[in-house]
Nanobody, 123 residues
Framework: QVQLVESGGGLVQAGGSLRLACTASGRTPSFYTMGWFRQSPGKEREFVVGIHYNGETTDYADSVKGRFTISADHAKNTLYLQMDSLKPEDTAVYYC????????????????WGQGTQVTVST
């Protein structure tokens, strides 16, 4: 059973930066994609970014391209999300996810989820 624990959320002013981390346990080496999703109040959870196990193939939502960077340290079983130039609309609970799959109709989804970490961007 894969367990994911996020950390690094908090309150930041617009234009600032935060770095989220996700530590995985119970995860045997695999070729699955990991990533991040987020959910704002009153909205559905949305895909933010995914990274293939090879560490080279990534997919970013248009809303975060050029501002967010995903990376993975397999030796530490840790996934990171560097978030720069944050905007108030980035305010959400951010979820680490594992075993991502993509569907032509519904987009990205995941089999395993962390508990989420709150990111709040003030004006």
């Amino acid at each position: 059973q894969v367990q994911l624990v996020e950390s690094g959320g908090g309150l930041v002013q617009a234009g600032g930066s935060l770095r989220l981390a996700c530590t995985a346990s119970g995860r045997t080496p695999s070729f699955y994609t990991m990533g991040w999703f987020r959910q704002s109040p009153g909205k559905e959870r949305e895909f933010v970014v995914g990274i293939h196990y090879n560490g080279e193939t990534t997919d970013y939502a248009d809303s975060v391209k050029g501002r967010f960077t995903i990376s993975a340290d397999h030796a530490k079983n840790t996934l990171y999300l560097q978030m720069d130039s944050l905007k108030p609309e980035d305010t959400a609970v951010y979820y680490c996810a594992d075993h991502l799959v993509i569907d032509a109709y519904s987009g990205w989804s995941a089999e395993y989820w962390g508990q989420g970490t709150q990111v709040t961007v003030s004006t």
